[in-house]
């Protein structure tokens, strides 16, 4: 891409593209890695263990997961200038409850509120609308939006386990609170004209597969769908783990926690490169061709982890599994839209970000656990890498069969 038509690009979009940055940004305060940083503070004030930590975790994941599944669908009807501001009013809310709680049983409610209000709808709206919005510029569009994401992950970690040395930790909450509180207002100016007004997004939507349009219930009766559900609940399961066990991985490998938090930028510099070299691909080549090798970092990634000692492992790790994550947070959601199209890409990616949210249920309880029982969780990573190796060439098959109507 020209710099010429790409400063263009950035010129003319500019408000839209900078509301869905503010939306993923702002998702992060419902994010595994920003949640994670403060279990160690939450085991301790609840005296839970890991495993007790990871299933009062997943249990409120696995609600927002089920509540997701309808609530997605929103996005098919009412529009992001509406929608927004109610979501991060929500996620505002759902941080002054973590940072006022003091009841053990409250905490899987309090995980819900910033799991379905964070990690769910603010990233689904934030990635609908990119979908929706741009067409022949898609990928552009959501490896822009999808930085929104990075600096979250590069920036919010390290600040506030710096700032926990000084602040007490649910007092850090009240002003998570207080900077989504300002995302408010700013969505609202950015989003004074809507990109594509709701009465207009039928006729400007792209077709899918047989060129048609497909609803949720033709995508859940192909089989494509159910091809790609590992792809969807793996990463989200094994990365949220990663980061979840954070303090305990630090633990074992020798690491201080701010150490391992440190090296967080890294991870984010990869997800920013494979984020913009992904959009640029996707406008280029299409999503069938890249689909087929996305995974391939992930499985290097998590044996840094599994097999490395020192902090250069973990940083390889970080590098890995950043190029990965950062493809598919671009990857992914112009897959829907290249082959269910987009007058109901709402409804069908509400569904696969419920499963999303459930893989991201899962692998911490079932991690916790095995902890718990005595499995090392470096011995469990190089079955997450074997795993990936599977799914990688489940997903290249399926996908390749699916072109095919395209």
């Not at 022949?136 to 700032?163: H, K, M, N, Y």
């Not at 509180?181 to 709701?198: K, M, V």
């Not at 990965?324 to 992914?332: N, P, V």
């Not at 696969?352 to 916790?368: D, E, K, N, R």
């Amino acid at each position: 891409m020209k710099l010429q038509s790409a400063l263009e690009f950035l010129t003319l979009n500019a408000r839209w593209l900078a509301a869905g940055g503010v939306l993923t940004f702002l998702s992060s305060f419902g994010q595994t890695f920003f949640i994670s940083v403060f279990a160690g503070e939450i085991r301790e004030a609840f005296d839970l263990s890991h495993g007790e930590w990871g299933g009062l975790y997943s249990l409120g994941t696995m609600v927002s997961a089920g509540v997701m599944v309808w609530a997605g669908v929103a996005t098919d009807f009412f529009r992001v200038r509406l929608l927004g501001p109610l979501i991060l009013t929500g996620l505002v809310i759902a941080c002054l409850v973590m940072g006022l709680n003091t009841w053990v049983w409250a905490l899987p409610f309090s995980v819900f509120l910033l799991r379905f209000f964070g990690q769910g709808m603010s990233s689904h709206l934030a990635m609908v609308a990119m979908a929706r919005w741009f067409t022949a510029t898609r990928g552009r569009a959501l490896s822009i939006a999808t930085l929104g994401f990075a600096v979250g992950e590069a920036l919010l970690p390290l600040i506030f386990v710096t700032a926990m040395l000084h602040i007490h930790w649910q007092t850090l909450w009240i002003i998570s609170a207080g900077i989504c509180a300002l995302g408010i207002p700013a969505l609202i100016l950015l989003l004074r004209h809507e990109r594509t007004p709701q009465s207009l997004a039928k006729s400007n939507s792209s077709t899918g597969m047989e060129g048609r349009h497909w609803t949720r219930g033709q995508a859940l009766r192909h089989p494509l769908f159910w091809v790609l559900i590992p792809a969807i609940l793996g990463p989200s399961a094994f990365v949220t783990a990663l980061f979840f066990h954070q303090v305990h991985l630090a633990d074992i490998k020798g690491w201080s926690h701010i150490q391992l938090v440190s090296l967080f930028p890294v991870y984010t510099v990869a997800g920013i490169a494979a984020m913009l070299t992904t959009g640029w691909a996707l406008d280029r080549f299409g999503t069938s061709r890249l689909m087929s090798y996305y995974m391939l970092p992930f499985v290097a990634g998590f044996l840094c982890f599994a097999l490395g000692k020192s902090l250069p492992d973990a940083l390889a790790g970080f590098v890995f599994l950043g190029l990965t994550s950062g493809a598919i947070a671009t990857l992914i959601p112009a897959f829907w839209a290249d082959f269910y199209g987009t007058a109901h890409i709402g409804a069908i990616k509400a569904l696969a970000t419920a499963v999303m949210v459930l893989g991201s249920a899962i692998g911490p309880a079932i991690t916790g656990a095995l902890i718990d029982l005595g499995v090392g969780f470096d011995n469990q990573l190089i079955g997450v890498a074997v795993y990936f190796i599977a799914v990688n060439v489940l997903t290249a098959w399926g996908v390749k069969r699916a072109a095919r109507t395209l």
